[in-house]
């Protein structure tokens, strides 16, 4: 065993570092999985990153995944124990995206990104918590439970996906699934110090996403580092023919991108994404990493992405839109929640009326109203030009340089209550994040330092479609020559 | 606007609405009626149009062609299916259509409970299929031709059936692949309606892209009816649509709209409105019934489908699918009428069903094109094997044709045995009849039944002296000068040899034989 690892507790290791391990037979599947089902045990009153844990299921597929080992199968994740956000249905386990009105649903299928982890040897741990139908950027939308950041318990992990990304921070998982419609996978990341990364729209297939706005929606891993999140995108990104928007292009192998090298690479900085109202410590952590990176070979250019502050506004017409229609099948009938009232109207309107929070129905009132007659032309077809406009400036911007640097989220951890109130306030929390979901590019969250209160501080990097290799690369060679991504947060109680 | 061309093959170059009030259909002596078509027809695809259950749901348990995207289960998607876009494209190149370069699925938002997701899967401002026509007959000979404003797909809904206060939903049709088509309102009496819907279901069976079978639902027809004054139509004005839904035939189709023009003329002669209403056909009391009231639009809120790209479709495609299209009926009849000489009334019904077409010319094939012999085999077809399909089989549905035992070659056979006159016609109809039902050559018929030609002419002349002997008083009556008589003693010898006479032969001897009686006498 290496130096590092004899003092890192098991559930703390990258998915790399198990995978050596497991490898080398210092430790088991099920020795691994024990440990992780410990830490949970230990902290999860306090985290409550979990919807449900699969612990026997997770135990069987360990012994199975040691099993397979010994007869000298090789998977590219086998054996690693994983969390995966609610919003991806699982066969046999309850799926309730975080809402009430899918309470009891059990799915008859599995996503194809959860079945290509399973197919790849990952041992699935459980459901994570997400804000109701993935929206959210707290978490205090989820009908069921608010997470904690490990850094801070006061604080939200950030959301949707803030299951996931407390999870992983916390060592209730070496790796996670999430997903990211305006932000969702790199917001709590930065949130929670880990790394999160929103692959290029039809990268990866949504077939078993229950979709929130289909037009923006895709499933990124979040990790610990920059390497685990490339071992996890070569599993789960491909063409599948269930999904009609996934790509057909070849998936590379991504972990060849990070060689650590960005010397000649050009990284664009918006200055639309350094404007009032940004903690004034995101700013300087964020410029700081570009100077970094700079200092290692990069060429830093300004860049301009002039309908950046457009991003919002068309966001929250587009998403809205589509989940209107997205969450008409919530009806009672066939699954889920049902009010059982006497008639079909009522059923329709109580079912819908008690399964639904109120972050939902706002959302779907919205998309509702922007897509009615009369309106439809000044909402929701003005906003997909809009969006038109906003993708030819990365597309712009793409022809100068080669990744994107931003700040993935304009502050800090805030505290659990401060904006659940006000929706606007928890709006602005997207606002860096929206346009690459508009755009359908990628883009990954790198921690890149911490504020005065110790709270983690996300770089954001943007690649083009299909440009996940430069963005892996630039992030793990910002990643290696820095620390950040070594601190863990202080666990509640004593890790096991 | 005055009209100035009567609705022939010459008006189609402008096809419009005003054609002449010479030829147009009226009602109360002045109403013209203005009908617009839109037709749903089921595909025949193996798949439903976005999941991968079987299309083929006809009698099987109910939820039983079902899965995750057709339940509309959280996080399934749709992919459209190849082979339902295939003869979509198919059909808007048989109806004249322009096939869209771009064509986009759009959500149509309504809740229901046969409708799983919440939302139709449907195409709604870039149909597939646009601008097309299909050509009529009209009873004066000429033409008509009724433009196709669209044909797009979209995806059936399920089935809900009410029993004892509660309903049931089987979701075995939901995402079934279903053609919609939709004709400007050029229709301008129910006969044309009719002739329409005909020559529109003769096409797809053509193409066999769809069953045409209106009771199984396959085939779905709502009329949109108006009426208005020629005043009216001179200012360019339509009067109050009312569409008509629960239509199971073509003539119900007929008679809802000849029922629901009478009834509209009636109001607006009486000085009343008529209202934006949807009526439901009555079947048993042959009127229309009011369903529901239209007083504010039904707002689909229609957005393109974002789980399916658009559909490009390159010319290289329409081309490899016009390749696929098979002789259309129209030049199909033509051709039997120019190249074979066929009456047109022969050709029209033999080219109405593809299976019968197909027989016809696998019939023409084995007996030959020399002049006459195709009407002769048409005669034969329409005639008798017709009149036997009808009452042996089940209704009147030609396309049974291609289910009996015969084979078009035998059919042949048997018109070479008359010809070659090893058989009278007549002994050729019960063979025939024989021959449908069990699929055996015509000559092992005859030579198991015994039925060939009598020819010898002593076995005739015997025949001829027993039936003039056994009547007398006939005789006497014809050497008195009723010579239409020998008719009867025609048809006693032809008894006498059980029919197989040969009729020629036997009328020669006959009248001879009567003529020196005669003169003997
Ligand atoms: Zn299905």
């Given at each position: 065993m290496t130096e590092s690892q004899t003092h890192t507790p098991l559930p703390d290791l990258t998915i790399h570092q198990a995978l050596a391990g497991l490898e080398r037979g210092d430790l088991t599947a099920v020795e691994l999985t024990q440990a992780v089902l410990a830490r949970i045990q230990a902290v999860e009153d306090q985290i409550q990153a979990y919807l449900r844990v699969t612990a026997e299921q997770a135990l069987a597929q360990a012994e199975e995944a040691d099993r397979r080992r010994q007869q000298g199968e090789r998977a590219p994740l086998l054996g690693i124990p994983l969390a995966i956000k609610d919003v991806l249905v699982t066969e046999g386990v309850e799926t309730t995206c975080g809402s009430k009105i899918l309470q009891g649903f059990i799915p008859p299928y599995t996503a194809t990104a959860v079945a290509r982890l399973e197919e790849a040897g990952a041992i699935l741990l459980g459901k994570t918590n997400t804000d109701e139908f993935a929206m959210g950027s707290s978490t205090e939308n989820s009908a069921y439970q608010t997470t904690r950041n490990p850094w801070d318990l006061e604080r939200v992990p950030g959301g949707s996906s803030g299951g996931s990304a407390a999870a992983v921070a916390a060592g209730e998982a070496l790796g996670a699934l999430g997903t990211d419609t305006g932000g969702s996978v790199r917001q709590p990341a930065a949130l929670c110090g880990v790394v999160g990364l929103k692959p290029s729209y039809g990268r990866v297939s949504r077939y078993g996403l229950v979709a929130y706005g289909s037009s923006l929606d895709q499933i990124g891993p979040i990790t610990q580092d920059v390497r685990d999140a490339a071992l996890l995108l070569n599993v789960i990104a491909g063409h599948d023919p269930l999904d009609g928007t996934s790509l057909p292009e070849p998936v590379p192998d991504y972990t060849a991108a990070l060689t650590g090298e960005v010397k000649g690479l050009r990284i664009g900085l918006p200055e639309e994404y350094f404007v009032a109202g940004i903690q004034p410590e995101v700013e300087a952590a964020v410029r700081a990493a570009v100077a970094h990176l700079e200092s290692l070979g990069a060429e830093v250019l300004p860049i301009s992405l002039p309908n950046t502050d457009k991003a919002l506004p068309v966001y929250y017409l587009i998403a809205p839109a589509e989940a209107s229609a997205n969450l008409a099948r919530y009806d009672g009938i066939r699954f889920g929640y049902s009010a059982g009232a006497e008639n079909l109207f009522d059923n329709y309107r109580l079912t819908r009326g008690q399964g639904f929070g109120p972050e939902v129905k706002r959302r779907i009132m919205l998309g509702t109203y922007a897509l009615s007659a009369g309106y439809y032309d000044a909402y929701y077809l003005k906003a997909q030009q809009v969006r038109t406009l906003i993708r030819e400036d990365f597309q712009r911007a793409f022809q100068q340089v080669d990744v994107i640097a931003a700040p993935t989220s304009p502050t800090t951890a805030f505290r659990i209550g401060e904006k659940i109130d006000d929706p606007l306030a928890m709006i602005l929390t997207d606002i860096f994040t929206t346009s690459a979901n508009l755009a359908g590019i990628c883009a990954i969250s790198v921690p890149c330092g911490f504020d005065s209160q110790g709270l983690p501080i996300g770089l954001q990097l943007l690649g083009p479609a299909l440009g996940e290799e430069a963005i892996l690369r630039v992030a793990h060679a910002y990643e290696q020559s820095t620390d950040w991504h070594k601190r863990r947060a202080q666990l509640p109680t004593s890790a096991s | 606007m005055s009209a100035t061309s009567s609705a022939t093959s010459k008006a189609v170059d402008s096809p419009s609405s005003s054609s002449s009030p010479a030829s147009t259909y009226l009602v109360l002596g002045k109403y013209e009626v203005v009908v617009g078509m839109e037709v749903h027809a089921q595909l025949l695809t193996r798949s439903k149009m976005f999941c991968r259950c079987s299309a083929d749901y006809q009698g099987a348990p109910p939820n039983s062609h079902t899965c995750p995207v057709c339940l509309g289960m959280p996080g399934a998607l749709p992919v459209a299916n190849r082979a339902a876009v295939e003869a979509t494209i198919k059909t808007g190149l048989a109806l004249n259509c322009r096939i869209a370069e771009t064509a986009v699925f759009a959500r149509k938002n309504y809740h229901y409970p046969d409708l799983p997701k919440g939302y139709q899967i449907s195409q709604y401002e870039l149909p597939l299929c646009l601008d097309g026509w299909v050509a009529i007959d009209l009873p004066d000979g000429g033409s008509k031709r009724i433009r196709i404003r669209r044909a797009h797909l979209e995806e059936d809904t399920g089935k809900t059936t009410h029993v004892d206060g509660y309903s049931l939903v089987d979701l075995n049709r939901a995402g079934v692949p279903l053609m919609e088509i939709v004709t400007e309102a050029d229709i301008a009496s129910p006969d044309e309606a009719y002739a329409f819907l005909t020559k529109l279901r003769t096409l797809l069976r053509y193409l066999g892209v769809n069953s045409g079978d209106m009771e199984k639902g396959a085939m779905r027809c709502e009329p949109n009816i108006s009426v208005r004054t020629p005043e009216m139509r001179e200012r360019g004005e339509y009067g109050v649509k009312v569409e008509v839904k629960n239509l199971n035939s073509f003539r119900s189709v007929r008679n809802a709209i000849a029922y629901e023009a009478q009834r509209q003329a009636q109001i607006l002669e009486q000085g009343g409105q008529v209202e934006q209403v949807n009526m439901g056909w009555d079947e048993q009391n042959q009127r229309t019934v009011l369903q529901r009231t239209k007083e504010s639009a039904e707002d689909y809120r229609y957005f393109p489908e974002p789980d399916i790209p658009p559909l490009r479709v390159e010319e290289p495609w329409i081309q490899a699918i016009r390749a696929t299209l098979p002789e259309l009926p129209d030049a199909k009849r033509a051709r039997y009428q120019e190249e074979w000489g066929l009456r047109r009334a022969e050709a029209e019904i033999l080219t109405s069903e593809k299976r019968v077409a197909d027989f016809f010319e696998a019939a023409v094939a084995a007996y030959g094109t020399a002049k006459g012999k195709p009407q002769r085999l048409a005669n034969w077809i329409t005639g008798e094997l017709f009149r036997l399909l009808y009452a042996e089989g089940q209704g009147q549905d030609l396309r049974q044709i291609a289910g009996i035992p015969m084979k078009p070659e035998q059919l042949a056979q048997l018109l070479r045995l008359v010809d070659e006159r090893v058989i009278n016609p007549n002994t050729a109809k019960k063979v025939l009849e024989r021959m449908v039902r069990t699929g055996e050559n015509p000559q092992a018929i005859v030579e198991a039944e015994g039925l060939a030609m009598v020819s010898d002419t002593a076995q005739i002349d015997a025949a001829i002296d027993q039936v003039l002997a056994a009547h007398p008083e006939e005789l006497a009556r014809y050497r008195a000068?009723?010579?239409?008589?020998l008719g009867f003693f025609m048809g006693q010898v032809m008894r006498a040899l059980k029919g197989k006479a040969d009729p020629g032969l036997a009328r020669q001897r006959l009248q001879e034989k009567l003529q020196s009686e005669a003169s003997s006498g």
């Open positions: - | 000068g009723e010579t239409k008589l």
